[in-house]
């Protein structure tokens, strides 16, 4: 069971989502008491009672002004078994892609239904975007069952409706009220039939191990360091596996492999590294390598084509005639989409870049996996994309390369004009007898 557990909650408007977080902050004593001051002040002339737990997270002057959540709020607290972070984020569809957001950190979702209302639109469409961001373990708060006078009928009909929804997910459904605290920390009187755990109790013990230590070895080169000439490394983030000096690696898109050198830090250097360490490598041969690259290990996508879902998040709809930049990981190329979205749609895309990308499946690798588009006139972040299938090249390996590879890399590790022509000559006439 991992240390830290990431949260976000999902749902409808006025579904009650940043009174839960508040309540379950309040009642697990996570605020600091000049907050519960300031909280207990603003709540005078609101209709919430003595306290109004959604100001907790809440805290733009427009979101108090119309009780709605508009940016996401992350709220950090500890008990004595787990640490968390949250993020209360917005119901409104105006701000769908603040959602998205939020949740594409987040191990775990929950999603808040009002009793009174049932399943509504825009909490299928937060739960459709949860699963595309990968997340699979989900609480089903089915909130406000005390105006429904905790009736088992109303959450068993709500629990069915979103078992379909949410399909190959872990869903936890809990009756609930997060204005007077009923299952929110302990299990509520007012639900003798609920034999389930209470919010707090789930959170604390739901394992949702992400770890990224035993997938291959991922290190996209964020920096080459050239401090002198006797010192060439290669600085950037391991995002997923580990690395141990010595091991072999495949560098891409060159597809050369070499071992590692070093694996140097700020302390000085270290035998091994792992995810998320962001550490320094150096190589035993000289590799022309840049801002972008992937060094590697096991097999990598590389291509020019692939198949993306996509939530698109800009008021301007995606237009299939203008290029965007796509950033994905270190590399940042032009890319073009193959048919129109709009304002918070979600679909399934065709994706061609100017220049071969070097990625994984979503599914496999959240870090390598996803991208986002970005309008070059406005760099506004216009796209989140999870990549769901290669449609160019086959997978790369570490295979033998090409003759026309071969021929090139002695060609540009010759020491001179003359030395090259002799190289390439020689390759030729190898490959010709």
Known sequence: MSGLLRICTAGSVDDGKSTL???????????????VSSVQKASKNRTAGPI????????????????????VA??????ARRKFILADTPGHEQYTRNMATGASTADVAILLVDARNGVRPQSRRHARIARLLGITDFVLAVNKMDLMEFDRGVFDQICDEFAEALHGARLHPIPMSALHGDNVITRSER??????RSLLEYLETVDVERSQHGKPFRFPVQLVLRPDHNFRGYAGQIVSGTISAGD???????????RVARIVTWDGD??????????????????DISRGDLIATGDVEVGQRFRADVVWMDERPLDPSRVYLLKHSTRTVTAEVDHALVLNQIGSVTVSTARPILFDRYSENRSTGGFILIDPKTNFTACAGMISESLGRHAATSARPS???RIARLARASGSHDEAVEAVRKALEALLT
Not at 191 to 196: A, D, I, L
Not at 270 to 287: F, G, H, K, N, Y
């Open 74 to 79: 992350y709220r950090y607290f500890a008990t």
């Open 270 to 287: 270290i035998d091994q590294a792992r995810s998320p360490m962001s550490v320094t490598l150096t190589l035993e041969d000289e590799i």
């Open 403 to 405: 003759a026309a590879e």
């Open 248 to 258: 072999a690696v495949t560098v891409w898109p060159s597809g050369r492999t070499t």
């Open 191 to 196: 639900t003798p039939w609920f034999e389930g």
């Open 52 to 71: 109004d737990f959604s100001l907790f997270t809440d805290g733009l002057r427009a979101e108090r002004e119309q009780g709605i959540t508009i940016d």
């Open 21 to 35: 977080i508040g309540r379950l902050l309040y009642d697990s004593r996570s605020v600091y008491e000049d907050q």
